[in-house]
């Protein structure tokens, strides 16, 4: 079965301004054969002219989308997808780290498909109040509509995932259990991770994945794992514990639309070595014809303007 392949990974400060760390990462991506690469911290990328971006994008046989400020980007198998929009005009001022957010058309999928939406994004570090903004704006995204060859109003199906600094709620067998605060050493990041309750005592900040679910996208990760043939390893560690920041966590998520949840077929978190970067990659296998028809199905029917 022809299959696609989406990951999510945060290149620490796109490899610290070294070049052999960001050849590594290219390298790691490589053995990966990644049709869509959601990227955060893409750091000196815009230097001299997107340079850098522009390697990274050759060095992969991809085309790519950088967002504002190097935040973040979006590279694509040229082959495969078409790139229909740029949404570079509809980010608006809400985030700290802005995301970058396209349009892209499965080529296999046929001139009456409709297209869809990929996101990359990283919310704010240090603000949990940020972060709900931020992934509430996010879910914009997940309600754009198109008109659909047959000349219906549809909303396009999307792919969003990234960096959440917060944790998935909890309620999943296997899933990563919620930091005891104390157990966070470094007292600014105790903070930056976590929210006051209703009690007025703070928890671990669950909020962005909370507004994300309630706005219908899916945990990729915690769908497969609930699935007939998923397996509990695609909710393992997208970040490794430390000493001060405290246990391993589960800070990198994608999310689908429901539509597209049937076209998933694997989820696997690929480490990498700590030298390379402090973030692992999640992976998200699709099959190709069943993601093409969901392209093509249109359903759910509902009906935009």
């Known amino acids: ?44 990328a815009d230097a001299k002219g997107h340079t850098v971006f522009h390697e990274q994008c050759q060095a992969l046989g991809m085309r790519g989308v950088l967002g504002p400020g190097s935040c973040t980007a979006i590279l694509y198998n040229p082959s495969r997808f078409d790139l229909v929009r740029d949404w570079s005009d509809g980010r608006g001022p809400h985030f700290v780290l802005p995301p970058t957010a396209i349009t892209l058309r499965l080529k296999e999928a046929g001139p009456d498909a409709l297209p869809f939406n990929v996101i990359s994004y990283h919310l704010a570090y240090a603000s949990a109040q940020q972060r709900q903004l931020e992934a509430e704006w996010l879910t914009t995204w997940a309600d ?92 393992a560690r997208t970040v490794n514990a430390t000493e001060t920041h405290g246990p391993d966590s589960r800070i990198d998520r994608v999310y689908l639309t429901p539509g597209l949840l049937p076209a998933v077929t694997g989820v696997e978190v690929h480490e990498v070595p700590l030298d390379v970067s402090d973030h692992h990659i999640p992976a998200i296998t699709l099959g190709n014809s069943t993601f093409a028809d969901a392209l093509t199905s249109y359903a759910p029917p509902l009906a935009r303007t």
């Not at 999510?8 to 869509?36: F, H, M, S, T, V």
């Open 1 to 44: 079965m022809m299959t696609l392949t989406v990951v999510c990974w945060n290149l620490e400060r796109n490899g610290k301004g070294d070049p052999a760390l960001r050849r590594a990462g290219d390298e790691i991506l490589r053995r990966l054969q990644p049709d869509i690469v959601l990227r955060q911290e893409m750091g000196d």
């Open 144 to 235: 754009k509509g198109w008109k659909a060859p047959d000349g219906s109003h549809r909303v396009l199906p999307a792919i969003i995932g990234g960096d959440n600094n917060s944790y998935p709620e909890p309620g999943t067998e296997g899933d990563l259990l919620l930091p005891d605060l104390s157990a966070i050493k470094d007292q600014p990041h105790r903070l930056h991770r976590s929210r006051r309750g209703s009690d007025g005592v703070r928890v671990p900040d669950t909020e962005p994945d909370h507004t994300l679910r309630t706005a219908g996208l899916e945990d990729v990760a915690r769908h497969w794992a609930n699935s007939e043939d998923g397996e509990a390893g695609a909710l």
